[in-house]
């Protein structure tokens, strides 16, 4: 092989790994995106049904203790 | 819930400047990255013994230069997680030992096709590349370390103390060449850079550009790890409630 060719392969080994690495990075980047969204849809969607099964609970409350009090 | 909608959720603008900063840092990288190219390649006189084969140097001699700058940033950052126990330390660690690894394995890798052409071998156990190739092991190992043990405080004080122990053979690497026998060619001597003062530009313009390189790959690392164990915390959270049964 010649000068060249050995000159041209170590330059390739050092470009391709250093976009290779940059093409994992994006790749892991891309996976953790929707890795947060997904979570973010289920405790958001969670934030949602706590709060209406606490309102639901306070009306519940309200009436049984409207009731309790003697009014119509 | 609260602690997760701020740690997560309330993040984009705060992401968005990091984003612009991290994109001009990238453009800078490159802009350096290609002008160290034309240099090395074009601009620098031929040497006179190794003929063309000797341009390997300044991207050899850059990446190795990085690996090292990367292993000094996971043994300071491990010495500031021991004292703060901050987690911030702790991502930067890792995202520097991750970057690290790849920039001594492109040095090791462009070494061995160098070795092959002028010394006739791909590898030789001679002390420089023996050091060099401990290095690599020694953080590979540290990488395999911190995928095995799941507890997060643990973790990290067990990849903090080897950070620090493991950072011992990177000054053994780099005056390896001054205390044994060795093939490696001395560039840098007790009375300065041992080369011709017209190959400096490229080889100063080498270093430069693989030094923001690894500014970059660092910082977008040290965010994807922040992410990961944003994520972790979350689904060890929606776990937590699935066996509690406390989903409405």
Do not use: C
């Not at chain 2, 490159?30 to 190794?50: C, D, N």
């Amino acid at each position: 092989m010649s000068d060249v060719w050995y000159l041209a392969l170590a330059y390739g080994v050092i470009w391709l790994g250093l976009f290779a690495y940059l093409f994992r990075l994006a790749g892991r980047a891309e996976a953790l995106r929707r890795d947060v969204a997904l979570l973010k849809g289920m405790l958001q969607g969670e934030y949602v049904e706590a709060e209406r099964a606490q309102v639901g609970a306070m009306t519940a409350a309200a009436a049984a203790s409207g009731e309790a009090g003697g009014k119509p | 819930m609260s602690r997760y909608r701020l740690a997560v959720f309330a993040q984009p603008a705060a992401g968005r400047v990091l984003f612009v900063r991290r994109a001009g840092l990238l453009v800078l990288a490159v802009v350096l990255l290609l002008a160290a190219l034309v240099e090395a390649l074009v601009i620098a006189p031929t040497e006179a013994e190794m003929g063309d084969l000797q341009r390997i140097f300044y991207f050899h001699v850059a990446s190795a230069w990085a690996a090292f700058l990367a292993f000094f940033v996971v043994f300071l950052a491990s010495v500031a997680y021991l004292r703060t126990r901050a987690v911030l330390w702790d991502v930067f660690a890792a995202s520097a030992a991750e970057t690290g690894v790849v920039f001594v394995s492109m040095a090791l890798v462009s070494g061995s096709i160098w070795a092959r052409s002028t010394w006739g071998t791909w590898w030789t156990w001679d002390p420089r590349l023996t050091t060099t190739l401990l290095l690599w092991l020694i953080y590979v190992s540290y990488l395999v370390m911190r995928g095995m043990v799941e507890e997060g405080q643990r973790r990290a004080t067990f990849a903090a103390v080897f950070g620090i122990v493991g950072f011992v053979d990177a000054p053994i690497a780099f005056m390896s060449i001054r205390w044994w026998r060795t093939m490696h060619p001395t560039v840098l001597t007790g009375g300065g850079f041992n080369m011709e003062p017209a190959m400096l530009p490229a080889l100063f313009l080498s270093l430069a550009a693989f030094s923001f390189i690894l500014l970059y790959l660092l910082l977008l690392r040290a965010g994807l790890e922040r992410s990961q164990q944003e994520v972790t915390e979350l689904r060890r959270h929606i776990s937590w409630m699935d066996e509690r049964g406390s989903w409405p």
